[in-house]
C-alpha cells in the first residue's frame, strides 16, 4: 500500500529546531508578521483583525477607549499534513458569541478603512464557533489546509479552485449588532443556522500584494500577485 504526503515530511529533530528558530525570529508589524523559513515559504505567521468600524462599539469591552480596543490576534503554524490557526480574542464584550470563517475577499482595504470596490466576501468557509468570556477574552484553535492552499471549487457553477486566504469572524446573534444599526430582519448566512449578525473582525489584504494574510509565498512576478500553491 502507497501512502502520499501532502507536504514534505521532516526530521523530528528538524521540525524541533525549526520551531525554536520560530519562536527566536518570530517579528510583528501592526498587522502582520512573519518567520523565516531558510529555502522555503514561512513555517509561522501573525496577523491581527481589524475591528468592523460601524459595528466597533457592539464588539468592544470598553466602548470609545482606545487603550483597550478590541483585539483579535491570529498566529497560523504550518504543519506537515494540515495546519494549526490558533485564534486569541481580548476586551471583547463579555459572553458575545461569533462564529469564524475563512474567506476569499476582506471588505476593509489595506488601511483598515471599509473598501467601496468590494461588494462580497466571495467564497466562505465555516471554520469555528468563537466565544467570549465573562471577562471578554477566548482562544480557538483549528486545524485544517490553510497557508498558501486553501481553496474551494464547484464544478456543478463552473467555479474555479478559488482561494480564501482572509480571517473574520461574524456577530452570531444579529440582536448583539442591532445597537449598532444592524437590521436583524436581514441577518447574514454567517452561522450554522444562515442567520447570523454582520461581520464583526476581519484581516487586512496586503499593501503589496492584494492578497490575504493566509498566503505567505505570493507570486509577484504578475500581476494581480497569486499566491505560490
Excluded at 43 to 50: A, E, G, K, M
Excluded at 210 to 223: A, F, K, Q
Aim: proline content about 10%; aromatic content about 8%; some cysteine.
Amino acid at each position: 500500500m502507497t501512502s502520499f504526503l501532502r507536504r514534505p515530511a521532516r526530521p523530528l529533530v528538524a521540525i524541533a529546531l525549526l520551531a525554536a528558530a520560530a519562536a527566536l525570529a518570530l517579528g510583528f508589524t501592526a498587522a502582520r508578521g512573519v518567520s523565516a523559513n531558510a529555502g522555503g515559504p514561512p513555517d509561522v505567521t501573525h496577523f491581527q483583525l481589524v475591528a468592523n468600524p460601524k459595528f466597533a462599539s457592539c464588539i468592544a469591552r470598553f466602548p470609545g477607549d482606545p487603550a483597550r480596543a478590541p483585539r483579535a490576534d491570529v498566529t497560523v503554524q504550518r504543519g506537515n499534513l494540515n495546519d494549526t490557526l490558533t485564534l486569541r480574542i481580548h476586551d471583547i464584550k463579555p459572553n458575545l458569541a461569533f462564529d469564524l470563517f475563512t474567506v476569499q475577499r476582506s471588505s476593509l482595504g489595506a488601511d483598515g478603512k471599509p473598501d467601496p470596490t468590494v461588494t462580497s466576501f466571495g467564497m466562505a468557509w465555516y471554520q469555528s464557533d468563537v466565544q467570549a468570556d465573562k471577562n471578554g477574552n477566548g482562544t480557538v484553535r483549528v486545524r485544517t489546509i490553510l497557508l498558501d492552499q486553501i481553496f474551494g471549487f464547484d464544478p456543478d457553477v463552473n467555479l474555479a479552485p478559488t482561494n480564501t486566504f482572509h480571517v473574520g469572524f461574524w456577530f452570531n446573534n444579529p440582536a448583539d449588532a442591532q445597537a449598532c444599526g444592524f437590521d436583524v430582519t436581514k441577518p447574514t448566512p454567517f452561522n450554522g443556522e444562515h442567520r447570523a449578525g454582520p461581520l464583526a473582525m476581519i484581516s487586512l489584504p496586503s499593501a503589496t500584494t492584494g492578497l490575504g494574510p493566509l498566503c505567505v509565498n505570493p507570486d509577484t512576478s504578475v500581476t494581480p500577485a497569486r499566491c505560490n500553491p
